[in-house]
């Protein structure tokens, strides 16, 4: 993180100098001549930081949120040594503008003007390695969340092991594309697999995330039945035919068919992003009550 806003920053002082030489940044040059510019500039940039954490970690019995401000916040120099004229960047990462959200959770601030206090939400955020299984009310947390290690790792190979069955044998990232795609290639033919996918799908439901999901509703004396919203993220979820996706097979599997599936943004892989940039305009809104000059990146 601290080397792509140090990239940043050198963008940004590579600009200002620009800007004082009026040269154009794709061309270092001023009438035909080659203009050598000096990185003597001695400039502090203050960034606004915001950072997703896994949701359990979040809530946990240890504020991870307060130990991962104190361990970014501080007054950085870096030196690209390998850049032309090495220049060296200073930027500041403040405390107060540091801000820590929870993956999964931050989505709840998306439905703040449909839930009550009453409301009951259930998130599931499925990720490569683990997914993530957490129920709110209202916007507070019920109970621990579940993190599961059955993932979209596990449907991958749950898939690749059919598909070797089948003749088709293909890497992690080729299987991944089968499941977005639902199609392998035999030859130079297309060769549909929609049912092959959808039926891992539903086992991969059935045989690992049912009892994930059961669990934290029983742990947390919730019925299915009671749970208004279900926002599904994370990009195992994407799916052009929702009757065959990994949410609808939760619906059918855990019987949350009176919750309305929220989706919160077109590619479920990015929705924590998208919340998180919320966050951050907030965070923006507050510098520039005391910066002149505010560059969103």
């Not at 000096?38 to 915001?50: A, E, H, I």
């Not at 130990?67 to 403040?94: A, C, Q, R």
């Not at 839930?115 to 990720?127: N, W």
């Not at 943004?265 to 520039?288: C, P, T």
């Amino acid at each position: 993180m601290v080397y792509g806003i140090a990239r940043d920053a050198l963008r940004a002082q590579q600009l200002d100098l620009y800007k004082e030489f009026n040269v154009s940044p794709l061309r270092n040059t001023r009438s035909g001549r080659a203009v050598e510019i000096s990185y003597s500039k001695n400039v502090m940039y203050d960034y606004g930081v915001v950072v997703c954490i896994p949701v359990r970690e979040y809530n946990g019995s240890k504020d991870c949120a307060e130990i991962l401000k104190d361990k970014i916040e501080g007054n950085y120099t870096v030196e690209f040594p390998l850049v032309e004229s090495k220049p060296v960047v200073h930027f500041s990462i403040m405390k107060r503008n540091i801000g820590v959200v929870p993956e999964g959770g931050v989505a709840i601030t998306a439905l703040k003007n449909k839930i009550t206090e009453d409301s009951v939400t259930l998130i599931v955020d499925m990720g490569h390695v683990t997914t993530d299984i957490a129920l709110f009310q209202g916007t507070m947390l019920l109970g621990r969340v579940i993190s599961s290690p059955y993932a979209g790792s596990t449907l991958i190979g749950n898939l690749r092991a059919v598909l070797n069955d089948e003749g088709y044998f293909l890497s992690d990232e080729q299987v991944a594309k089968v499941i977005a795609e639902e199609h392998v290639m035999r030859g130079a033919e297309r060769i549909d697999v929609k049912d092959i996918v959808d039926t891992q799908k539903s086992l991969f439901v059935k045989n690992y995330l049912q009892k994930e999901v059961i669990q934290i509703l029983n742990m947390n004396s919730i019925n299915a039945k009671q749970v208004q919203f279900f926002v599904p993220i994370g990009a195992p979820m994407n799916n052009n035919d929702h009757s065959t996706s990994i949410e609808y097979n939760i619906v059918r599997s855990c019987g949350l068919e009176y919750a309305e599936v929220a989706y919160l943004a077109d590619n479920l892989r990015y929705v924590n992003v998208r919340q998180a940039a919320r966050f951050a305009e907030r965070i923006l809104k507050n510098m520039r009550g005391t910066y002149a000059n505010i560059a969103v990146v």
